[in-house]
């Protein structure tokens, strides 16, 4: 849960750009973010005292920026959905042509 939600403070669609970059670590990770800390209280102290979950160090410049971008602390840094689909992370041209169905994915992922 993003920080706004957890604080009960009032929440809105930046919420789910949050949620959207943990997905994004567990997808990159193959773990859920703080899925080393084994109480839930601890979990919800990182996350509502501004600390970054962990994700893989070896990430290029643009997928680190893209993360930052959706997991900032504060609700009115992150970017929005149209915004993120903007940032140079994505490249739009290479996912729009790519061809998903032979199922080999290793170039799309060597861009991670």
């Known amino acids: 849960m993003a920080p ?3 604080k009960k403070v009032g929440h ?3 919420a789910d750009i949050w949620s959207f970059g943990c997905l994004m670590i567990e997808m990159l990770s193959g773990k859920a973010p ?3 800390v084994h109480k839930l209280s601890e979990v919800i102290g990182y996350i ?5 979950p962990y994700y893989p160090l070896n990430l290029s410049k643009e ?3 893209f993360l930052e971008s959706c ?8 970017l929005t959905s ?3 689909l903007k940032h140079r992370f994505i490249d739009k041209d290479e996912l729009l042509n790519y061809n998903f169905s032979r199922g080999n994915t ?4 060597k861009k991670l």
Do not use: M
């Open 82 to 84: 149209l915004e993120l």
């Open 106 to 109: 290793n170039n799309l992922i």
């Open 34 to 36: 703080w899925s080393n």
């Open 63 to 65: 997928c680190s920026f």
């Open 48 to 52: 509502t005292s501004g600390v970054h």
């Open 12 to 14: 809105n669609q930046s």
């Open 71 to 78: 997991l900032d602390p504060i609700p009115s840094n992150r």
């Open 4 to 6: 706004e939600v957890l």
